[in-house]
């Protein structure tokens, strides 16, 4: 049974850093593709940040490039998000998600239930 369970969000200050992990289990995380996205209030999803199975390529969206780091720990089989210098608009729930390869396209098919990141001073 997959299961994705977030944990680490609070409340930090502008220019704060904060690390978000994802406990997975019932998949091997480094053969898959793992996600952050999150939702601020009132709007929609947004992708975050990516990296790849095997050789663990990341990406990123260009809100967050060069604030925000994805890593795994496969023998934890936890995915992470470092969040450095975070500003008031990085506020959302942010969700661990993994990715789902069919027919040339892709989808998230499995996610965690969200934890909450809210950056106010």
């Known amino acids: 049974q997959v299961q994705l369970v977030e944990s680490g969000g609070g409340l930090v200050q502008p220019g704060g850093s904060l690390r978000l992990s994802c406990a997975a289990s019932?998949?091997?995380?480094?053969?898959?593709?793992m996600n952050w996205v999150r939702q601020a209030p009132g709007k929609g999803l947004e992708w975050v940040s990516s990296?790849?199975?095997?050789?663990?390529?990341?990406y990123y969206a260009d809100s967050v490039k060069g604030r925000f780091t994805i890593s795994r720990d496969n023998a934890k089989s936890t995915l992470y998000l470092q969040m450095n210098s975070l500003k008031p608009e990085d506020t959302a729930v942010y969700y661990c998600?993994?990715?789902?390869?069919?027919?040339?396209?892709?989808?998230?098919?499995?996610w965690g239930q969200g934890t909450q990141l809210t950056v106010s001073s």
């Open positions: 019932g998949f091997t995380v480094s053969s898959n593709t």
């Open positions: 998600a993994k990715t789902l390869y069919s027919s040339g396209s892709f989808y998230y098919d499995y």
């Open positions: 990296i790849n199975s095997g050789g663990g390529s990341t």
